[in-house]
Every structure is written in structure tokens, then in C-alpha cells.
């Protein structure tokens, strides 16, 4: 080395020496925040956090949530995650004003699916009065009509089964939850002129929705071209349909109709845009949780037999004083068969994660006792996948057990309003909650009714590569008609 290289080596190590000691008399001078941050998780830096998170967060959480406890933090890029496990802590979740913790900056890869002007593409004040319109679609009055067509529909579709066969009850039901809600939601004019057009877009509007959607939404990949494509032909359908019915002046019960008449405090009418978003929002938001849970429970109730015989005898008790009648009132007198919905959304909740900005610094405190402060800019989590397995809460919380939930026992009461989030909960609990329940009813009770069945595939998994988690593969089974009498 000669004479300058030495120089230009020893001013490098100088400089070099002097940036370590101003970090570290930084370090001892700069004032304490006096935050009590959550924990870490700890993982490489960079992508180490996306990595554990993309193989799966429910490992993740489950892992943490035993080193860690009920509060953590985990680094993903740039994004930092706050994980709240815990009812004590979903509390502060759900129940936390918009102001602190909000929805619309963590689900803003909805909007090519749901579109412009709608749900998370406004302020949170028109997101308010876009979700009165949703509850006044899901009043008792419209639930009533809502439970007619369900009806009518499960009929149709199962008369047109054989006397015995081998069907995949996973498709079969999702068949007809989207017919339903085809019926229901959409209008006659697509279930009755228009349903393989518009199932086939909203295909592509589903499949447009992947993992990688999350975080780049616009990115143009084949699936997003295919989802930008439908949701344009959609919207042309529905424009089509919305003028021709106000052309006409003739009013239908569904809830097309009620988004149609719907207007904003200010006298302002919706749009043709903003119909078809909310439309896309209604059937994305119900379709995937009752065919999935429909399936789950059908799979749950055929491999553990005594559930699958004490809904059958309900059904009997239920025929005993209704008749053969099905209807809304009808329908909400079927304990038994809610408690075995209800128990197979608990283990199998579609949405294994609900997520929030923060807004402001604030404190929770864990069940042990501990105070952590969650700053400003963080996203905060939950996940009802986790949440409803606790064992301080439910006994063997793996274990299918309807009878949890019955008078005497209670268990998504044990500790309080959040012992249970698989439909969220607080200020944005799910509005269709009743409308999946008397959906699914309304099916099992028809099936209940007239088929034997015995599962012949293996007992099936979580699809954990799905955006909504549902269930991964055939439900096979063997049926045969037979009428249910309150005298067999």
C-alpha cells in the first residue's frame, strides 16, 4: 500500500470511528420517549417479517402469541403491525372511533373490485350513509321476502337431483348461495335472464382478488386485467337494468331496488355507479361466508352424527307444530341447527384477519395486566382464526361442540362482548349476520328435510391460499331422498 492509499485507508477508519461514536453519545444523550412499545417479532430484517407472515399468519400468531403475549408487533417493509389477540383487547378494536382507528386506508385494495364512490373509496361520513342503505336492505321486513325466494330457490335446485347420488357438497352449495343471492340481492333480471353472464364476471372479480392484491392492487397482472374487465361489463349491465326499472316504474323486492331508492341525507339519490359497487359489495360480503360456512357445517354435522340427528329431530319437533312450512319466523326457532352454524364459523371464520389504521397514540392493556402504548401510523390486527380458539375461553377449542353455545354453557359470553368475532363486532359488525344465518337455515333445513347423507371424502382442510379462507378441496357424499316425518 503506498503512501496515499494509507492516508485515504486511515481517514476512512477515522470517519468511520467518529459516525459509531456520535451514534453512540446520541444514544445516551437523545431524551427516552417513555413508550411502552409492544414487543417485536423478532425475524431478519427487510423481508424477514413478509416472509413469516406469507407462510402463514395463523403459525405466526400462534407462535408469538406464546412467547409474546396478546400484544406484538410485527415489521413488514415498511409497514408496522400490531397484533391484538384477546377480548380484553378487541375491545378497544372494534369499539375505537373512526377518528382513531380506521378502516378505509387497510382496505383500499377493495376498490377496483367494489369501484369508484363507494365503501372504502369515500370519507367515513358517506361510508355511514352507504351502510344505513345496506341496513335498510337487511331490515325484518326485507328479511322476510329475502327467506320466500331462499326457499324457493333450494327447492328448485335440489328437485333437481336424482334418488341417490354421489355430488361434491362444496360446489353444490356454492351453486346455489350464489342463485340465492343472485335472487336476492342482484334481481330477477339476473337470476332470470342474465345468471351464467354475470357468475362468469364475477368469477373474474373474485379471482382478482389474490394475496398480492393487498399490497399492489394495480399491479397488471393477468388475473387484475381480467377483474378490470368484468367489473367494466358489470358495470354496463347493471346501468342497463337500473334505467330500465326506472323507466318503468315498476318496483321489485330485492335489494337492488332498495339501493335504487336510496338517497343520501342531503336529498341526493345514488347512482348508477354507486349502485353497482354496493351491489358488488353486498354479494362479495355474503356469498363467500354462507357457502363456505354452509359447507362446513354439512361436513362437521355428517362427521360427528350426533349433532346431524338432534338437528334432524328439531326439524321434527319444528314440522310437528309449522307443518312443512318454511319461513322467517319458522327459521329463527331452529336452535339447534344455528348452534351448529355457529360453531362452524367459530373454528372456520372466512375472514382470518380484520385490520385497522391508527390514527393517534394510544394504551391498551393485556389480561396479565400490561400497559403497552400503540403509536400513531401503525396497523392494528385481529384475528378471529386465532381468537376464537383460545383455550381460556372455549373448552377444547378445537373440538366441534354446538352444545358451547347453549343455555347453561355460553362460551362466546365467558369473557365478555368479544368472546366471539368470527362476524367482527362493535362499531362495523357484519350487517348481513342474519341474512347469512336464515340463508343457511333455509338450506339445511330443506335438506334435513329430505336426504340422508354420508361423507365419503376425507374430512376436508382450510384452503389457507385463498384470500377468504374456505374450504380446500371435494366434499364428496353419498345421498338418498327420503321425506323427514314427524312420525320416523
Given amino acids: 500500500m503506498d503512501l496515499a492509499e494509507h492516508k485515504l485507508f486511515a481517514a476512512g477508519l477515522l470517519f468511520a470511528a467518529t459516525l459509531v461514536l456520535a451514534r453512540l453519545v446520541a444514544s445516551v444523550l437523545a ?7 409492544p414487543p417485536t417479532v423478532s425475524a431478519p430484517p427487510v423481508v424477514g417479517g413478509l416472509l413469516r407472515f406469507m407462510r402463514g399468519p395463523i403459525p405466526m400468531i400462534r ?18 403491525i400490531t397484533f391484538f389477540i384477546g377480548p380484553e383487547l378487541s375491545g378497544h378494536f372494534f369499539k375505537a372511533p373512526e377518528a382513531q382507528l380506521s378502516q378505509q386506508e387497510v382496505y383500499q385494495f377493495n376498490v377496483p373490485t367494489f369501484g369508484p ?31 320466500d325466494q331462499m326457499v324457493v330457490e333450494a327447492e328448485d335446485y335440489f328437485s333437481k337431483w336424482g334418488d341417490s347420488g354421489t355430488v361434491d357438497l362444496k360446489y353444490e352449495l356454492e351453486h346455489l348461495i350464489i342463485l340465492t343471492a343472485s335472487r336476492c340481492l342482484l334481481g330477477r333480471e339476473v337470476r332470470d335472464k342474465l345468471f351464467d353472464d354475470v357468475s362468469a364476471l364475477f368469477h373474474d372479480l373474485d379471482n382478482g382478488m389474490r394475496p398480492i392484491s393487498v399490497i399492489f392492487p394495480y399491479l397488471p397482472i393477468p388475473a387484475h386485467r381480467r377483474r378490470d374487465r368484468a367489473r367494466a361489463r358489470i ?41 353497482t359497487g354496493l351491489l358488488i ?25 350426533q349433532y346431524f340427528a338432534a338437528a334432524i329431530e328439531e326439524q ?11 319461513d322467517h319466523d319458522i327459521l329463527s326457532e331452529m336452535d339447534v341447527l344455528y348452534r351448529c352454524i355457529k ?37 392494528v390486527a385481529t384475528s378471529p382464526a386465532f381468537a376464537n380458539r383460545l383455550p381460556h375461553i372455549y373448552k377444547d377449542p378445537d373440538t366441534y361442540d354446538p352444545d358451547r353455545f347453549a343455555a347453561g354453557r355460553e362460551e362466546d359470553k365467558a369473557a365478555g362482548a368479544f368472546s366471539y368475532i368470527s362476524f367482527g363486532g362493535g362499531r362495523h359488525g357484519c350487517l ?46 353419498r345421498y338418498k331422498r327420503r321425506k323427514l316425518s314427524v312420525d320416523n
Fill in 281 to 305: 359489495a353486498a354479494l362479495f360480503a355474503g356469498q363467500h361466508t354462507s357457502s363456505i360456512t354452509s359447507t362446513w357445517t354439512g361436513a362437521y354435522m355428517l362427521r360427528h352424527k
Fill in 63 to 80: 407462535e408469538e402469541y406464546a412467547k409474546l403475549g396478546g400484544v406484538f408487533t410485527l415489521n413488514i417493509l415498511n409497514r408496522k
Fill in 432 to 477: 348481513g349476520e342474519p341474512f347469512a344465518y336464515l340463508q343457511i337455515k333455509a338450506i339445511w333445513s330443506h335438506l334435513l328435510r329430505n336426504f340422508e347423507f354420508e361423507l365419503i371424502s376425507p374430512f376436508p382442510e382450510n384452503n389457507w391460499n385463498a384470500m377468504v379462507v374456505g374450504v380446500k378441496g371435494e366434499v364428496m357424499v
Fill in 117 to 147: 364512490g363507494v365503501v372504502f373509496d369515500v370519507d367515513y361520513s358517506v361510508r355511514q350513509e352507504q351502510f344505513r342503505f345496506f341496513t335498510e336492505a337487511l331490515r325484518v321486513t326485507k328479511l322476510r321476502s329475502y327467506v
Fill in 343 to 379: 360453531e362452524a364459523l367459530r373454528l372456520h371464520p372466512p375472514l382470518i384477519m380484520l385490520l385497522r389504521y391508527s390514527h393517534d397514540d394510544f394504551t391498551v392493556t393485556t389480561k396479565e395486566g400490561k400497559e403497552y402504548d400503540i403509536p400513531k401510523g401503525h396497523i
Fill in 31 to 37: 431524551p427516552r420517549s417513555g413508550k411502552r412499545l
Fill in 235 to 275: 358495470a354496463k349491465i347493471f346501468s342497463t337494468i337500473i334505467r330500465s326499472r326506472k323507466s318503468s316504474g315498476k318496483s321489485d323486492d330485492d335489494m337492488l331496488q332498495c339501493f335504487i331508492d336510496s338517497k343520501y341525507k342531503d336529498g341526493r339519490s345514488t347512482t348508477e355507479g354507486e349502485i
Fill in 316 to 326: 321434527k319437533e319444528i314440522m310437528a307444530r309449522h307443518g312443512n312450512r318454511l
